[in-house]
């Protein structure tokens, strides 16, 4: 649950590949608005599942036990539970958690036909982030409670007894104050600046019914990593440097349909993060923060097919796209090795996406003369199919470019 | 016109996306939080039982200090399993064969210690409750018959006297020229005509035991069948408590051993004894030298301290007074965390470590009932408990090591 929701691995696609380059001397200017606000996500066995999932845990006696890290405490707890008449499956109820979020992207993005083979271009995303999280109880076995709260209040431990209603009332908050972590925001909105994109495509080969493309894209660790101390963090980027490079090739078929075949591999380079070590498997929540930790994000390969049609400045077009991504790979000093594996747990990914574009642009009307500059609106909508470990909510861009 | 609808078209999406049925319908809108709630209703005990006097002396006190994981690297124990299930056959709760072998992780190893101690604990918890229920019972009592029964039973069950010549069946306590030479011993068993007839065939009991004495013996005899009702009331009792007594003394064994051989292990203190009635008694009875007495009296309202002087022995030299007016003690404090729940905190400097402490305060009450434990005390509605002072400590040592612990301090009503 911990740490970045979006911006770390595998993200929904947000435009549809193109081989196209712009002509030598063409400056375009397009602004994108992304829109999409998560609650689910596919899991690691790729079943759907609410973001706020971690948070929904069975409050019995063995996840407590669990949870409890400090073998005295533990010891302490089990004999209270034991004396109380109780086992392990013996539980209070749930917790229960929601984490529902909103993101708005703007992603002015320049470009410039620097040659007539070679694009290059610049996208620096701010993201506008809005989210609401909220925890609870359910509580149910009420003879499991009397018994337990009798036992600690008959054997003289009050303070225990303040200790554990509070624990069982306020299952999560209490748990996250234990670790330091900062307190849950019912309601949050802040903004953020990405990874700012280099682009470059380099036009291999055209002729009247191929284009090929070569791509070439670094993504700036100008984004800011997700906060240890921050349960849930919406980050803009991951704050670590990537290289992209990836070949796209167009088949123009008849009349106005193009056929569009991609293939990309990102190179995730390692850093140094602060993060919380994991002190257990099951759970990414701990007491432990380190600073300076090694992390190789795993890479990313994609390929993608589009079909597009355009007719007098219309496209309608859709798109299929395959992504899978590597482990993680952490490596620290302060703990046992394991526990830095346990950080990398469901960094696998894969993502199978559905794109649909509309779009009208002016370029051949301005080429006509018949308009006077060459613009275009589109509207660009994404859904995730399946997948493993992403988000899985659809994603709306809507975009506006001028060329000049 | 192409422009007009571009711009149009331009306007329609940039608005729209601000519009939140725009964004609902791109599944793009932020939702509420729909979450259901249903919490416990949470019951804290009544408030301090402010008017009840309390004794100024402790009646038992405990103070142990647990180790660490890394503690246990070499530590074993084994204890015999015949003594672990004798110790734990009263409670109420099965406690499984819990050694502390050497192949279990260090972290396993400081759980079962601390669920071993804990145990031990609430095992001799238990056996006080029953042996204090049964005392308390037959404290509550006739005193004047109990006495009675002491009397008849040490006089009359054995004794020794001599057969007069002329009348055998009769006897006297001092031989003289009516008695043959030889003493019988008589044995008296069961009923009271048994133990009356015994008195009868004592023909001088009259002139050796003294006016007060006989008075009693007839009283006794008189009474008897009463006295024999209450005593077959008593028995029982005393036979079932019996064997709780011993779950006291062996878990006492079962700690100190298992802290002493923790000690040898870690170089490092584990278990501390506070001067208290029950360590007098047991000092009177080993013979051993009186400890200074601890001392705890609070303020009228049950919110301070006027004394808080420990005697305790940390097994250095001997009992030395930990109290505020020479220090050792500090921040001596009572909070209400709770509305009813009551904490006491103090730190107090060890010879060899800092302790903070933190007990909750518990002035049971004696008009309330407890559950019952066993068939023993089922008929007990008492309080036994009186002042109960329980909590946790966390110990800083010198080379910087901090171990957690728990300390106990139990007091009587006045």
């Known amino acids: 649950m911990t740490g970045d929701l979006l911006a770390a691995g595998i993200a929904a696609p947000i435009g549809l590949p193109t081989a196209k380059v712009l002509p030598q001397g063409v400056r375009n200017m397009t602004f994108l608005g992304v829109m999409t606000a998560p609650t689910e996500r596919y899991s690691a066995s790729s079943s759907i599942e609410p973001l706020g999932q971690d948070f929904n845990q069975e409050l019995s006696f063995k996840k407590i036990l669990e949870g409890e890290l400090d073998p005295i405490k533990r010891g302490q707890l089990r004999q209270k539970m034991l004396a109380a008449g109780l086992d392990e499956e013996d539980s209070f109820g749930v917790s229960l958690g929601e984490v529902n979020a909103q993101v708005q992207a703007s992603i002015p993005v320049f470009a410039m036909g620097m040659t007539k083979r070679w694009t290059a271009a610049i996208a620096v995303p701010v993201k506008k982030i809005r989210v609401n999280i909220a925890s609870s109880v359910l509580h149910s076995n009420q003879s499991v409670h009397a018994a337990f709260a009798n036992i600690l209040g008959n054997t003289g431990a009050g303070g225990k007894k303040v200790e554990f209603e509070d624990k069982i009332g306020d299952p999560i908050n209490e748990k996250l104050e234990e670790y330091g972590y900062a307190p849950l925001e019912e309601s949050e909105e802040y903004s953020r600046l990405g990874d700012i994109l280099l682009i470059n495509k380099f036009k291999t080969f055209e002729n009247k019914f191929h284009l090929t493309t070569l791509n070439m894209s670094i993504s700036l660790p100008t984004g800011k990593a997700a906060d240890p101390n921050k349960l849930v963090d919406i980050t803009g980027g991951d704050g670590q440097t990537d290289l992209e490079l990836g070949v796209l090739h167009d088949f123009k078929l008849t009349g106005p349909l193009t056929l569009t075949l991609a293939a990309h591999y990102r190179l995730q380079f390692s850093d140094h993060i602060d993060t919380r070590v994991p002190e257990r498997r099951s759970s990414r929540i701990s007491p432990d923060v380190e600073n300076n930790i090694a992390r190789d994000l795993g890479d990313i390969g994609k390929i993608e097919a589009a079909l597009s049609f355009s007719f007098v400045g219309v496209t309608l077009a859709a798109g299929y796209g395959l992504q899978y991504k590597n482990a993680d790979k952490y490596t620290g000093q302060a703990y046992a090795s394991e526990r830095y594996e346990w950080l990398a747990k469901d960094s696998v990914q894969n993502m199978q996406s559905l794109q649909l574009f509309m779009g009208y642009d002016t370029v051949s009307l301005y080429k006509q003369k018949k308009f006077f500059a060459p613009m275009g609106v589109g509207l660009n909508h994404t859904r995730i199919l399946a997948g493993k470990n992403v988000v899985s909510s659809p994603l709306t861009t809507f975009n506006f470019k001028l060329f000049f | 016109m192409q422009l007009k609808s571009l711009f149009l078209l331009s306007s329609l999406f940039v608005f729209a996306s601000c519009d939140e049925g725009f964004k609902k319908f791109f599944g793009a809108d932020l939702k509420d939080p729909h979450l259901k709630r249903k919490k416990f209703d949470v019951l804290y005990p009544k408030p301090l039982l402010v008017n009840r006097e309390v004794k100024q002396e402790i009646r038992d006190a405990t103070f142990l200090i ?52 804990q145990s031990i604990g609430q095992a001799r918890d238990d056996a006080f409750l029953v042996t204090q229920s049964v005392a308390l019972d037959i404290a ?98 005393e036979q079932k408590a019996a064997p709780y007594g011993l779950v006291r003394s062996q878990g006492k064994q079962f700690v100190t051993d298992i802290l002493e051989k923790l000690q040898t292990d870690t170089g490092a203190l584990h278990l501390a004894i506070i001067s208290s009635l029950l360590e007098e008694q047991e000092a009177e009875r080993d013979e051993s030298p009186i400890p200074p007495r601890s001392q705890i009296q609070f303020n009228k309202a049950k ?80 309080n036994i408990f009186g002042v109960r002072m329980i909590g946790t400590t966390e110990n800083f040592y010198l080379d910087g090591t901090m171990r957690h612990g728990v300390v106990k301090i139990e007091l009587d009503y006045l």
């Open chain 2, 303 to 382: 919110t301070a301290f006027n004394i808080f002087k420990l005697f305790i022995d940390f097994g250095t030299d001997g009992y030395r007074e930990y109290s505020l007016a020479n220090g050792k003690v500090e921040q001596l404090n009572i909070v209400e965390i709770k509305p009813g729940i009551f904490e006491l905190s103090f730190v107090l400097h060890a010879p060899e470590h800092r302790t903070e402490a933190s007990l909750t305060l518990n002035f049971h009450d004696p008009d309330l009932s407890r559950l019952p434990l066993s068939e023993v005390h089922q008929t007990t509605q008492k």
């Open chain 2, 140 to 237: 509550g009592m006739d005193r004047e018959k109990l006495s009675l029964i002491k009397t008849l039973k040490k006089d009359f069950t054995r004794y020794k006297c001599f057969p007069l010549i002329s009348d055998k069946k009769k006897c006297k306590l001092k031989k003289d020229l009516e008695t043959i030479n030889n003493v019988k011993t008589y044995k008296v068993k069961g009923s009271c005509l048994r133990i009356k007839q015994a008195v009868q065939r004592i023909v001088d009991l009259s002139i050796t035991a003294n006016p007060a004495e006989f008075a009693k013996f007839n009283k006794g005899i008189d009474q008897c069948q009463q006295i024999k009702k209450l005593s077959d009331l008593i028995e029982p009792l």
């Open chain 2, 66 to 117: 647990y180790a660490n994981p890394q503690d246990f690297n070499t530590f074993v124990y084994l204890p015999n399993p015949k003594e672990w299930f004798d110790l734990f056959k009263f409670l109420d709760y099965k406690m499984p064969y819990l050694g502390i072998q050497a192949d279990l992780e260090n972290i396993e190893k400081a759980e079962r210690l601390v669920l071993e101690i």
